[in-house]
Structures are given as structure tokens and as C-alpha cells.
């Protein structure tokens, strides 16, 4: 039998083993990071990039997502300055969007999923307090948490969850801003804790990616019906910047991805371009980007995407993080630089309460949402407090049910 001293000492044993490959990743592959700011690719055309790219078929089938420069003075630029952000703390409503859920255990009967999603309102002349917030929380039991698949009957997954949760708030803003109609200046901001463009989804099935999309963009044409502006704000590891940057400068004299990938697997070789791909956006951004500057906008292009129009820019919060920022492109020209000015003025707003890198409506949704391991407790225990009513009801003993390792897992055996 190993005791628990004996796996701490095998895990520092292959700690110490994969020592090299941990210290490279730690410092963002800074070797290949080197390489490739050696190519300057800012000093390139922009129109020349995207030129090329859009006219190979197939490098988005072989890099997955690319994300194309659109204005050349703003590439040339690379670290764009923000505008007036004080002008955002005044006047305008910004509103912070997340949630948190309880995936369906099998081992629990009732079986059950919640849903808790919440908003957090800043609005400094805008709303009686400055600020508001609110919370919606929905839950699923028995056969509602189970779902029909080209593969038969299962329980709910993450692309369930998250169709649930884009639905969940887009009724929470239909709501709340339907209640302020006809009093706002200025269109509201909504910051969606999360991806736009949905590349983490380019290995899900067919069926979960079109739902996803669905759902998605669903959500975001609500939020422009209520006259309002959809921003997905997150952190990544995405590499599109980076292999925009290989096809359209690195790989620049080369007819087609897909004639260069084939004459290296023939050999058994992989394409120097896979060295690169090491390096994602932020990392090789992060010599280049100031602190509150952001990048140049792009057009985001992967195969979820198709025909719509999302555009994007990275944001640099401090001196580490930096943000990845999506919106569709019906917001208009401006809308980066108007975008832009909005996080700057709420990631000073987190600075100044002691928050670090992340827009302030957003850290106040995220509290407003957290489900701890004491609330799944008290749902729990509603359920069962339920449970003991109707038993005396249909005259039959009713309760909440847990198998043995469900049990073993909430307290340990001693």
C-alpha cells in the first residue's frame, strides 16, 4: 500500500523530471517569443497580410483561428493609447455578466442541475446609487436535466449549460434594461465573462457547435435589440495573432499552408511552423503592449464563425495580464476605441478598491454568483425538507437518496 508521503515524493520526483519543460512555459517560451519579434511584423502592410491570408483556403483549416489586421495605421501603431477613460465614469451604464452552476450527479436522487446567474449595474449618474445588482437562479430535476442526442438519452454537459445560460441571461437583461428604456443617453455596455468567437468549441461535434452558436448569437442580437453593446472579455491562450503573424509574414512566400504541411509530413517532419505555435498571443504581445494600451483591432476568422462578423483587440490590464476583447461588427468603426476607453475606466475603477487586471462590473458579478460548497447544502436541503412534506401527502416515505460514494467523497472515512 503507497501511503500519502509516498505519492508527494513520486509527484516532486517527476516535477524535478519535467523541470525544463515547466521553466519554458513559465517564461512563455521566451527563445521562440525572440524569434519571432525578430520578424517586426507590425513594420509589414497590413493590407498585404490580409491579402494573403484570405486568399489561402487553407491555412484556417490547418492554424484553426486567425485573427486579421484591418486598419494599417493601427498595426503600424502596435500599442494604441486609451482615450479619455474618465469620461466613462460618468453617465454611462456598464453592466458585468456571470454565473456559476451544479452539474447533474448521478449519484445523488433526486438527480438535479442548478443555475445561478447574476449582474452587476455601474452607472455614476445614471442609476439612484450608482450601482445595482441582481441574481437569477433556475434548477433543472429528473428527467429535465437529461437530454435527447443523435447517440440516445444523456444527462446535460457543458454545451447544455451554456445554451442554458445564454437563455438565463438574456431574459436577466431583458429585465432589467427593459426597465430603464427611454432613460439612457448613451447605449449600455454589457461585459459577457467569456468567449465570442468560441474557438475552445472547434473540437465538438456537429451538433454541440451549431447549438452553441445558436445560443450564442441569439444572445448577442437580444442584446442589441435592447440597444445595448455585447463584449466578451476573458483570458486566453488563443495563438490567432500569432499565426496571422507565421502565414502572413513568417510564411509570406509560400503559395499555400497546406503544399507546405504535405512536403514536411512526406518526410516525417513537422512544419517549423508548429515551433511557433508554442507561443500564444499574449506572451509575444507582452513585449510589445503597454499597460491600458490595447492592440489592433482584427477581424477574428475560424470555422464556427462563417459569415458572421466579430472583431476583436487585446488589452494589456497590468503587468501581466492581458485581456482578449470580442465584439460583433455591427457596433461600427469606433466601436474599439469606444470599447477601449470603457475597460480602462473599469479596470481603474478595480485598481483604485483594490482589484488587480479585470474590469470592476465584471469581479462584482463573479461575487454575486459563486455557488460554495454551503449553498449546494441548502439546496439540497430544501429538496429533502420538500421531500418530507409530500411523503405525508401520497403516504409513502420520500427522501433525498445518496449512493455510498457520494457519501465517502462529502466525509471522509476514517
Known amino acids: 500500500m503507497t501511503s500519502g508521503f509516498e505519492v508527494l515524493a513520486e509527484i516532486a520526483r517527476l516535477v524535478e523530471e519535467k523541470l525544463e519543460l515547466i521553466i519554458k512555459d513559465v517564461e512563455e ?9 525578430k520578424l517586426k511584423p507590425f513594420k509589414w502592410d ?46 454611462r451604464l456598464i453592466l458585468g455578466l456571470d454565473s456559476s452552476w451544479i452539474n447533474p450527479d448521478p449519484h445523488i436522487r ?10 452587476y449595474a455601474y452607472g455614476t449618474g445614471v442609476l439612484e446609487r450608482g450601482y445595482e445588482y441582481g441574481t437569477r437562479a433556475d434548477i433543472r430535476v429528473g428527467e429535465e436535466v437529461y437530454v435527447e442526442s443523435p447517440f440516445g438519452r444523456r444527462l446535460m454537459g457543458d454545451v447544455d449549460l ?70 466578451g ?5 488563443s495563438r490567432a495573432l500569432v499565426s496571422t503573424i507565421i502565414r502572413g509574414v513568417m ?76 465584439f460583433p461588427g455591427w457596433v461600427g468603426s469606433n466601436g474599439a476605441n469606444e470599447i477601449h476607453n470603457v475597460l480602462v475606466s473599469q479596470i481603474s475603477l478595480a485598481r483604485n478598491r483594490g482589484g488587480e487586471g479585470y474590469p470592476y462590473a465584471l469581479m462584482r458579478a463573479h461575487e454575486n454568483v459563486v455557488i460554495r460548497s454551503v449553498d449546494r447544502e441548502l439546496v439540497e436541503n430544501i429538496i429533502s425538507r420538500k421531500l418530507e412534506r409530500a411523503s405525508k401527502v401520497y403516504g409513502r416515505p420520500l427522501r433525498l437518496r445518496r449512493t455510498s460514494k457520494s457519501s465517502y467523497k462529502r466525509w471522509a472515512v476514517i
Open 110 to 119: 433526486p438527480i438535479y442541475s442548478l443555475m445561478k446567474v447574476g449582474y
Open 233 to 237: 472579455v476573458y483570458h486566453t491562450l
Open 251 to 326: 510564411c509570406g512566400d509560400k503559395p499555400a499552408c497546406s503544399a507546405c504541411a504535405r512536403g514536411f509530413l512526406r518526410r516525417g517532419l513537422k512544419p517549423p511552423c508548429r515551433r511557433y505555435l508554442q507561443v500564444s498571443d499574449s506572451a509575444f504581445l507582452r513585449g510589445f503592449l503597454e499597460i491600458d494600451h490595447r492592440s489592433p483591432t482584427f477581424q477574428v476568422i475560424n470555422e464556427l464563425l462563417e459569415d458572421k462578423e466579430l472583431y476583436g483587440f487585446y488589452l494589456r490590464s497590468d503587468a501581466y495580464n492581458i485581456l482578449r476583447v470580442e
Open 162 to 231: 451554456m445554451v442554458w445560460e445564454l437563455e438565463l441571461f438574456g431574459k436577466l437583461l431583458e429585465e432589467f434594461l427593459g426597465n430603464l428604456k427611454g432613460r439612457l443617453r448613451r447605449r449600455p455596455i454589457v461585459l459577457y465573462d467569456g468567449s465570442f468567437s468560441l474557438s475552445y468549441a472547434l473540437n465538438y461535434s456537429r451538433d454541440e457547435r451549431e447549438r452553441l452558436t445558436s445560443a450564442l448569437w441569439g444572445f448577442i442580437n437580444k442584446v442589441r435589440e435592447l440597444g445595448a453593446v455585447p463584449v
Open 46 to 91: 497590413a493590407r498585404d497580410i490580409s491579402k494573403l491570408i484570405r486568399a489561402d483556403g487553407s491555412a484556417l483549416k490547418i492554424l484553426g483561428e486567425l485573427a486579421i489586421p484591418i486598419d494599417p495605421d493601427e498595426w503600424r501603431r502596435v500599442s494604441i493609447p486609451p482615450g479619455d477613460a474618465r469620461r466613462e465614469r460618468r453617465g
Open 29 to 37: 517560451y521566451s527563445e521562440v517569443r525572440k524569434s519571432l519579434e
